[in-house]
């Protein structure tokens, strides 16, 4: 059955079918780098990262490009702010960004191109578009004629008439129609800038990522992305741009990511909840972040709070702790060969049910309940007096594939014990307590004991501390 995949374009689920057999052609909106990215910025990297692991994961040669906005407004007031060039400006901030994505699980694209690195190519660009004319100069700058693209409105669903409502030329704009975009600035006095036929200026926003996808992707992309915010005017903007200059469908699927809300309230500077990821990882675990973004299926908005992180914190050390009692156990166990098969079943049945749940729009939400079945079905297995290691390695196995689709790791297996793992494990001993099963209560004690952790059972319950 092929992968399901929710398109924008279209309002409805779709058969995933790409253009060449067996390769995938991904371009994903990247951030503009003037500042550390905050938590709505890397609900986007996650998700697609996520859902690039999954292709992969389904045998797709995936080629993934996400950009960066090098220049544009933010970048020039923030090097005014700062009394810094640019260059330096977004060179910091894109380390930045590799750190804080790195930290949470993100591989990097095949290709991260810059604005300032092919500018050639989008001058080239807008010089095609005018000599189409879809695009004018107008006292040197550039603008997209709108209205001579038919089909502008169809991926927002909305008509040329209802985009006319409300919109106006703004002071200073040399634009011919309020619904004209800008495809090249001139320079202020004192901003960077490059040389082009229309004179010294810069890019604007849209047409970057119509350049850069067509070079790096070619004409035709199977999956464009990004955040819902960029569904209009960004992609819009760039359809318009990219349809015009080649005649041809720019990107078959376009996916976008919902919004992400702060304790119940839209996330916003002037309101003193604007979250920044390189804060939040400081005091969490960047994996545990990464868990929680995946927990709500992407198209839906998800809402932040530390309690809700705590939460999730809570959940994954738990499905970590099977993992490591199932490590723990696979030591004691024998080449055993009654009931192997029953429970190998169950594996891979719960294998087949976390595809379902990826193949119906990457729905990450419900095949994260496949992942606590599958533990919850390790630790009744693992009350079995009697475990054979074929079917212990079958558990690890499907652990390990499962949290690397996911992009999670299963750091500190092999480490010292957190406390949350700890408490984790006192649970599962108290709980095989209550179920006679002493030789795995036993087992839990031993390991515990390997690792200078040392228990005290009292007449208030089981507690432990360091040795």
Not at 29 to 54: K, L, S
Not at 132 to 137: I, L, S
Not at 253 to 262: A, L, Q, T, V
Request: proline share 3%; charged share 30%; with cysteine.
């Amino acid at each position: 059955m092929a992968i399901q995949l929710y398109n924008t374009l279209s309002r409805k689920k779709e058969p995933f079918i790409p253009l060449e057999e067996g390769k995938v052609k991904m371009y994903v909106c990247g951030p503009t780098v003037y500042n550390y990215i905050h938590i709505g910025n890397a609900r986007p990297p996650i998700v697609f990262d996520t859902v690039r692991r999954y292709l992969e994961y389904r045998g797709y040669d995936v080629n993934y490009v996400s950009n960066f906005t090098d220049v544009d407004d933010k970048l020039i007031r923030t090097a005014k702010e700062l009394g810094e060039e640019v260059p330096e400006i977004a060179e910091r901030f894109i380390d930045a960004y590799f750190e804080d994505v790195s930290a949470l699980g993100c591989k990097r694209a095949d290709v991260h191109p810059r604005v300032t690195g092919n500018m050639d190519i989008i001058i080239e660009f807008i010089q095609t578009l005018i000599d189409k004319g879809y695009a004018y100069e107008s006292e040197g700058d550039v603008y997209y004629h709108t209205r001579k693209f038919e089909g502008y409105g169809k991926l927002s669903h909305q008509s040329i008439d209802e985009l006319k409502i409300g919109t106006r030329i703004a002071i200073g704009e040399k634009k011919q129609d309020a619904l004209d975009f800008v495809l090249w600035k001139t320079a202020k006095e004192g901003e960077i800038k490059w040389d082009s036929p229309w004179g010294e200026g810069r890019p604007g926003w849209h047409i970057e990522c119509s350049a850069m996808a067509k070079k790096y992707l070619g004409e035709t992309i199977d999956i464009h992305a990004g955040g819902q915010d960029l569904s209009f005017p960004h992609h819009e903007n760039e359809i318009a741009q990219s349809e015009a200059l080649t005649g041809k469908t720019f990107a078959r699927y376009w996916m976008h990511n919902g919004y992400i809300n702060i304790d119940n309230e839209k996330m916003s500077k002037s309101l003193g909840n604007f979250v920044l990821v390189h804060d939040i990882i400081k005091n969490h675990d960047p994996k545990v972040l990464r868990f929680f973004m995946l927990s709500v299926h992407y198209r839906n908005p998800i809402n932040y709070s530390e309690e809700l992180l705590e939460n999730t914190r809570a959940g994954l050390e738990r499905i970590k702790a099977s993992y490591e009692n199932l490590q723990h156990r696979k030591e004691a166990s024998a080449n055993l060969t009654d009931n192997n098969q029953e429970w190998l079943d169950k594996i891979i049945k719960l294998e087949q049910q976390f595809i379902d749940e990826m193949d119906d729009d990457f729905n990450t939400a419900n095949a994260i309940s496949v992942l606590f079945e599958l533990s919850k079905v390790a630790n009744y297995y693992l009350m079995e007096k009697n475990t054979a290691v074929v079917v212990i390695d079958a558990f690890i196995k499907q652990f390990e594939s499962f949290f690397d689709i996911l992009g999670l790791t299963l750091d500190g297996a092999d480490g010292e014990l957190l406390d949350e793992e700890i408490e984790a494990l006192l649970e599962q001993r108290i709980q095989a307590r209550k179920d006679r099963n002493f030789q795995l209560a036993d087992q839990i004690r031993d390991r515990l004991k390997e690792m200078d952790i040392i228990l005290e059972d009292t007449a208030q319950g089981t507690r432990w501390k360091r040795g």
